[in-house]
């Protein structure tokens, strides 16, 4: 910020009110008047102010790594959160975890038999021919009997995650007690199990990580077969789930996989069945890329759907990556295309692949590896019609566009975008930041969010040392700013059910914009810093030696929140930056008296929370207009 009036320069108390928003787009240097570096700190109304907090909502854990939630009301009041996981889908009712993750098959009594590997070993190999298990799934035993020892009954019929596949006719577990401790094989286990043991299979389980030469579309963007015809297979690609509900119903997908409906009058402790066996269905497809339901119609709607063979009986079940199938009106069931429902099925043109879909005002959009639809209802004959609104902004992943007050955001493969009746490519101050630093392989990942009453739209991504979600990026649609920062959330719903957001991070349920603190701890890292300023153009050297600050703290019964004013100098563009002094200003401090002399120099403002210091535990800050006292000091 060059301090400078008329042709004189100024000396004394300056005022210093930097521009809004973070800038990465040209150097530090040229960036003078405006902020360059942030983390966990936004802006509102023009200011910069730290995050709100997060806590666990309960303490309760799932497992596998959340990327899809979905909340609804019952009509009896009840509130329900779907979370899908790479091993699980569960739906909360209160504080529990319920596991509703549909079953993939049931063996007949007796087809399940156990052998112990050795004594004092808890390995136990699992025989069951075409077993159709991949390493991670998960079975329940049941009617099985002590193999002789300490392998009882009790210990073998309970769900087990299957440790490792040794061929398509046997595998592995670890034998366990009730309460998950190993328990390790007698020499009297010598028995087999007996011979009515049954084994119930749920779904097969995904990847957490995306392997390259697998799936519909999840390579990055331009490497191997993005968008190719390769082996398709819920196993071989990054499980994501999409969700959505036909009144009270909770109609789930698994990507690439099966579509199955949970009923909310057979309660929590019921599972997800296959649509396609539900009596009454009709040319259900069996497998999608993902559902979605358009609500002021009422139709179920499949993307990436299976077709119907051409004898016109039953679905192929394979995916067709362009094919989009909707039911009849007002029945999930039927997708039967006739003259008296409105059933049926179109085809996208542009593209290779789908990849996601929001619903917007009037329509649903629809994105494919390089274009956007408008798919919007207009009754018989034809029930859809769809245009083509946009080619060459393809979306990143299928959880990478939202839905927000003004508009619909996305993230592209090298842009962001908003679209309000029209296509615009949103001018951003951090895009190479973004871009150059992200992990297109695991593009899928990308999760975008909203909060609402922040006039806030971001996306998680994988930055491109990590294989898992560690950054975000945020635009204010309201001020037209952006920032980042590093935060760890798979998974984010904006409030509205609640009165809070709610995001997943390792397995836990968190309440988002919830005080100021990290689950009760001190918030780390936050700070935001500014780009260099000079007097002049560098042609005097600057001499600070006092601050006169302007914070306004927001404290929760807590009067000894602190943030540090550093003071960083250098002489020319190239040169590293020196902190000359730090100084922590509290609510009470009236003026900080510091030293530094450069020709360029950086405020940084961050908020003194670590973990040996709890003085900011529920404190929270807001930067207004910092005064300094600034003047020349000579040319050498």
């Known amino acids: ?198 084994g119930t299979y749920q779904i097969n389980v995904g990847l957490d990580v995306y392997v390259p030469g697998t799936g519909w579309g999840v390579n990055g963007w331009g490497e191997g077969t993005f968008g190719s015809v390769t082996a398709l297979s819920v196993t071989n690609q990054l499980r994501i789930w999409t969700h959505d509900n036909f009144g009270e119903n909770l109609i789930i997908n698994v990507r690439g996989g099966g579509i199955y409906q949970w009923t909310e009058n057979n309660g929590v402790t019921t599972r997800a069945v296959d649509m396609s066996g539900i009596a009454g269905a009709n040319l259900v497809p069996t497998v999608g890329l993902q559902v979605i339901t358009s609500e002021i119609d009422r139709h179920l709607i499949v993307l990436g759907a299976d077709p119907i063979n051409d004898a016109g009986s039953a679905r192929t079940g394979a995916v067709d990556p362009m094919l989009i199938a909707f ?43 390089t274009a956007l639809y408008s798919m919007q209802f207009v009754g018989p004959p034809f029930t859809f019609s769809v245009n083509l609104i946009n080619e060459g902004t393809g979306l990143v992943g299928p959880k990478a566009a939202t839905t927000a007050t003004s508009a619909v955001y996305w993230m592209g493969y090298n842009n962001f975008y908003a679209y309000n009746g029209s296509v615009q490519t949103l001018p951003c101050s951090v895009h190479n930041y973004v871009f150059n630093d992200i992990n297109l392989t695991q593009s899928f990942k990308v999760n975008a969010f909203t909060i609402a009453d922040k006039n806030e739209v971001g996306w998680f991504y994988c930055s491109a040392s990590s294989n898992e979600i560690d950054r975000y990026v945020i635009y204010n649609y309201a001020e037209q700013t952006w920032v980042y920062g590093q935060l760890s959330r798979t998974a984010w719903l904006d409030a509205g059910i609640e009165n809070y957001p709610r995001a997943v991070s390792s397995g836990y349920l968190y309440q ?82 510091v030293r530094g002399r450069a020709r360029q120099m950086v405020l940084r403002f961050e908020s003194d929370d670590d973990a040996e210091n709890n003085g900011n535990l529920g404190i929270g800050w807001r930067l207004g207009a910092t005064r300094i006292d600034i003047r020349t000091d000579g040319r050498r």
């Open 327 to 369: 039911s009849d009106q007002e029945n999930n069931l039927d997708f039967e295309p006739t003259i008296t429902n409105t059933a049926g099925s179109l085809r996208l043109s542009s593209g290779s692949s789908i990849i996601g879909a929001v619903k917007s005002r009037q329509e649903v959009l629809v994105w494919t590896d």
């Open 1 to 198: 910020m060059r301090v400078k009036a008329g042709n004189t320069y100024k000396m004394g108390l300056q005022k210093t009110l930097f521009k809004p928003g973070v800038n990465r787009e040209g150097t530090d240097y040229s960036n003078e008047g405006g902020w360059f570096d942030i983390n966990l700190v936004r802006f509102r109304k023009g200011l910069p102010e730290k995050f709100g907090g997060w806590a666990k909502e309960n303490f309760n854990t799932f497992l596998g790594t959340c990327r899809a939630l979905h909340s609804w009301v019952a009509l009896e009041g009840t509130k329900y959160l779907g979370l899908g996981t790479t091993w699980k889908y569960y739906i909360e009712e209160g504080s529990s975890f319920n596991d509703i993750t549909p079953i993939r098959s049931t063996t007949s009594a007796g087809d399940v038999t156990f052998a112990k590997v050795g004594t004092g070993d808890a390995t136990i190999t699992v025989a069951d021919t075409a077993h159709g298990a991949v390493a991670n799934d998960f079975v329940t035993f049941s009617g099985a009997v002590s193999l002789g020892g300490n392998i009882t009954a009790t210990v073998l019929n309970q769900e087990y995650q299957i440790a490792t596949i040794v061929n398509t006719n046997s595998y592995t577990i670890e034998a366990k007690d009730t309460s998950g401790d190993p328990v390790l094989a007698a020499a009297g286990d010598s028995g087999n199990g007996g011979g009515s043991t049954v």
């Open 512 to 593: 988002q914009e919830l005080g100021f603190d990290d689950d009760g701890s001190p918030m780390t890292n936050v700070f935001i810093e500014s780009s260099d300023f000079d007097i002049g153009d560098g042609e005097q050297f600057t001499f600070i030696r006092r601050i006169i600050p302007d914070f306004k703290f927001i404290q929760n019964d807590n009067e000894n929140g602190s943030v540090n004013i550093v003071v960083k100098t250098r002489n020319f563009p190239g040169d590293s930056l020196t902190t000359n002094s730090t100084s922590a200003i509290q609510a009470s401090t009236q003026q900080a008296y």
